[in-house]
């Protein structure tokens, strides 16, 4: 064979080669829109599938269709905070209204000579103790109507981590060189949200937290009782509580937290390794951009 049979064997093994690989590319591309529409179809906004091998256009774009997962979870919580709140903020103003004069009616029952030790003081207190105790109920859940404005800056959250942790030397705290990183968020807030954890921890019988950052944000895990699996979309419900003393308002308050900055908490499908609890927080990178407009991307286009 001379030279220009090679050069045509040659052209046909590259577009033969080209052909297979367009192929199995695109194969491998339907998969990944059948993953990503089943996870939406359930509601699973985690989901991030992996970049390796990928051309780099393709890479962008799966990269940002992973980020949009995340985003779209962040956006749906911060509805439901703010549909919680607009709720909230009506039936509390009811109750209020109800159980202000109750409490003052039966109290200047009880302070009546002709009440006290008849059997009416024992059911007029009852009265009382149950409107009294509705009220702390709602004003308990005042805090989360009334957060101190955030004031966000470069933090270390090491500095935050271990503060916290000094609150609760009883447990044993792991942590490694993951948390030698700066991120935008207010310190106050921060800590505020790692301790709410890390007292939910020691409620649940945990005797060690471990915290690490991962590709999907601040991992903050515990070896505490593990969360059943029919009550893990509840526990971010405003006054959901499995604990007899509980006010139900830490992780729907620690939420918001984390809302309000730009970020989310959520609970990891599946623990850490070496752990039954696995929370994420996820925080704004780094200081907000200005938006661009579609004038200004149709310009780059």
Same mark, same amino acid.
């Given at each position: 064979?001379?030279?220009?049979?090679?050069?045509?064997?040659?052209?046909?093994?590259?577009?033969?080669?080209?052909?297979?690989?367009?192929?199995?590319?695109?194969?491998?591309?339907?998969?990944?829109?059948?993953?990503?529409?089943?996870?939406?179809?359930?509601?699973?906004?985690?989901?991030?599938?992996?970049?390796?091998?990928?051309?780099?256009?393709?890479?962008?774009?799966?990269?940002?269709?992973?980020?949009?997962?995340?985003?779209?979870?962040?956006?749906?919580?911060?509805?439901?905070?703010?549909?919680?709140?607009?709720?909230?903020?009506?039936?509390?103003?009811?109750?209020?209204?109800?159980?202000?004069?109750?409490?003052?009616?039966?109290?200047?029952?009880?302070?009546?000579?002709?009440?006290?030790?008849?059997?009416?003081?024992?059911?007029?207190?009852?009265?009382?103790?149950?409107?009294?105790?509705?009220?702390?109920?709602? !004003?308990?859940?005042?805090?989360?109507?009334?957060?101190? $404005? #955030?004031? @966000?800056?470069? %933090?270390?959250?090491?500095?935050? +981590?271990?503060?916290?942790?000094?609150?609760?030397?009883?447990?044993?705290?792991?942590?490694?060189?993951?948390?030698?990183?700066?991120?935008?968020?207010?310190?106050?807030?921060?800590?505020?949200?790692?301790?709410?954890?890390?007292?939910?921890?020691?409620?649940?019988?945990?005797?060690?937290?471990?915290?690490?950052?991962? !590709?999907?944000?601040?991992?903050?895990?515990?070896?505490? $009782? #593990?969360? @059943?699996?029919? %009550?893990?979309?509840?526990?971010? +419900?405003?006054?959901?509580?499995?604990?007899?003393?509980?006010?139900?308002?830490?992780?729907?308050?620690?939420?918001?937290?984390?809302?309000?900055?730009?970020?989310?908490?959520?609970?990891?499908?599946?623990?850490?390794?070496?752990?039954?609890?696995?929370?994420?927080?996820?925080?704004?990178?780094?200081?907000?951009?200005?938006?661009?407009?579609?004038?200004?991307?149709?310009?780059?286009?």
């Amino acid at each position: 064979m001379d030279t220009k049979d090679w050069i045509i064997i040659g052209l046909a093994v590259l577009l033969t080669s080209a052909l297979i690989w367009f192929v199995c590319h695109q194969r491998k591309m339907k998969e990944r829109a059948y993953l990503m529409r089943e996870a939406l179809r359930n509601r699973d906004f985690s989901f991030r599938l992996p970049l390796k091998g990928m051309p780099s256009g393709d890479k962008a774009c799966q990269q940002l269709l992973n980020d949009m997962g995340q985003e779209i979870r962040t956006l749906m919580n911060r509805n439901e905070v703010e549909s919680w709140q607009r709720l909230t903020r009506v039936l509390t103003h009811e109750i209020m209204n109800v159980t202000a004069p109750i409490s003052s009616i039966t109290q200047s029952f009880l302070d009546r000579g002709d009440v006290k030790g008849t059997p009416l003081e024992d059911g007029i207190r009852a009265i009382r103790d149950t409107s009294v105790g509705l009220t702390r109920f709602v !004003e308990s859940y005042r805090t989360m109507m009334h957060l101190q $404005k #955030a004031v @966000p800056q470069d %933090i270390c959250l090491r500095d935050i +981590v271990e503060s916290v942790a000094s609150l609760y030397p009883s447990l044993k705290w792991e942590t490694d060189s993951s948390l030698d990183r700066t991120v935008y968020a207010d310190a106050n807030l921060v800590r505020q949200v790692l301790t709410n954890l890390a007292k939910n921890a020691v409620e649940a019988g945990a005797e060690k937290i471990g915290v690490a950052w991962t !590709e999907e944000g601040l991992a903050v895990s515990n070896d505490g $009782k #593990a969360i @059943p699996a029919e %009550i893990r979309n509840e526990i971010f +419900v405003p006054f959901y509580t499995t604990k007899r003393d509980g006010s139900g308002i830490g992780l729907a308050l620690s939420r918001q937290i984390c809302v309000t900055q730009g970020g989310n908490l959520s609970l990891r499908e599946r623990p850490l390794e070496g752990f039954h609890v696995t929370f994420l927080i996820t925080f704004r990178e780094g200081r907000p951009r200005p938006y661009r407009t579609p004038m200004d991307i149709n310009r780059i286009i």
